[in-house]
């Protein structure tokens, strides 16, 4: 059972609740996830199961995408709708003061994380703190919003304005501070509604199985489950590859450097290489050195010595 599930993640649970369940399902420990989502949120989730447990830190720099809803008229103590709401003072914002807005956050921009965030202070988690009533002041972080239009815009309460928003963003983005700060902007105050998460890096909620056809494939039998998975390096594909035959193959398994020349016109520069067996297997991600293949990711088992006879 090794392998990426594009799991459709639902409103309610949590992503480690979803990890839990999977875990069960396939009956395997070795489950990780490719960036938590809210309870409140849904849509995208990476699972990644076996052995592709060791590909998911190539993951976690994974552009974003998202589908938010905005409320305006109203600050949230958590910035989310799960917070207590102060109405805002002052004229709510048109569609067009929105729009023009927008514009303002794109690119690299410096982004206040939510007081009630998993964020460490101290060695504490900044929701606890809140939750405690202490004061959080947690340091703004770098990020980057790569795009935001508006998908739809609902102005039948005209004091209460929603907009519907198409984010692509870097790792690391709190939405909720988006709506946050989008709503300072346009001098009145929102907060973050709802959430799809539609894309995380190449996977994509099109793509994605919800959790009643997760379940209903393991109670078909674990074939039938292997069936949604996909491939430990699917999403990899920019990677540069290397094929070894089977005694390179067998040292890698050891974790072993081997020797290899670089292809002309095709230099494996300094970053993750997928490592190929013959006949097209992944067997390791590995890093050029020195005219070296260094294995950083073995994915497979080292071959068992043959005894000695006596």
Same mark, same amino acid.
């Given at each position: ?7 459709? +993640?639902?409103?309610?649970?949590? $992503? ?13 420990? %070795? ?60 004229? /709510?914002? $048109? ?24 964020? +460490? ?57 988006? /709506? ?7 001098? $009145? ?7 799809? %998460? ?82 097209? /297997? ?14 950083? +990711? ?13």
């Amino acid at each position: 059972m090794d392998g990426i599930l594009v799991a459709n +993640k639902p409103a309610g649970p949590t $992503s480690h609740d979803v990890v839990a369940l999977v875990r069960r399902l396939a009956a395997t420990k %070795r489950v990780g996830h490719g960036g938590t989502l809210d309870p409140f949120a849904s849509g995208v989730l990476p699972l990644f199961l076996g052995r592709a447990t060791k590909v998911v830190e190539y993951h976690l720099g994974d552009t974003k995408g998202y589908r938010a809803t905005i409320c305006f008229g109203a600050s949230s103590l958590t910035d989310d709708l799960e917070g207590e709401l102060t109405p805002a003072d002052g004229q /709510a914002p $048109s569609r067009a003061a929105v729009e023009a807005a927008l514009a303002g956050f794109l690119g690299e921009i410096s982004q206040r994380p939510p007081a009630y965030s998993a964020i +460490k202070v101290a060695g504490r988690r900044a929701y606890a703190m809140a939750r405690a009533g202490e004061t959080v002041e947690l340091a703004e972080r770098r990020v980057r919003i790569e795009s935001l239009e508006i998908h739809d815009w609902d102005d039948r309460d005209p004091a209460r304005p929603i907009a519907v928003v198409d984010v692509r963003c870097s790792a690391g983005t709190y939405v909720r501070a988006l /709506a946050r700060d989008l709503g300072a902007a346009v001098g $009145s105050a929102a907060y973050l509604g709802a959430l799809v %998460r539609t894309a995380s890096g190449p996977f994509t909620l099109e793509d994605a199985t919800a959790l009643d056809d997760v379940r209903a494939a393991a109670a078909e039998g674990p074939d039938r489950l292997a069936g949604l998975l996909l491939p430990v390096d699917a999403g990899l594909e920019a990677l540069p590859e290397a094929v070894l035959d089977p005694a390179g193959v067998a040292a890698v398994a050891r974790g072993q450097f081997v020797r290899t020349g670089e292809r002309p016109g095709e230099p494996y520069g300094d970053g993750p290489i997928r490592v190929r067996d013959e006949a097209g /297997a992944l067997v390791a991600i590995a890093r050029y050195q020195d005219g070296r293949l260094a294995p950083d +990711k073995v994915l497979v088992d080292a071959p068992t010595p043959v005894p000695a006879r006596a």
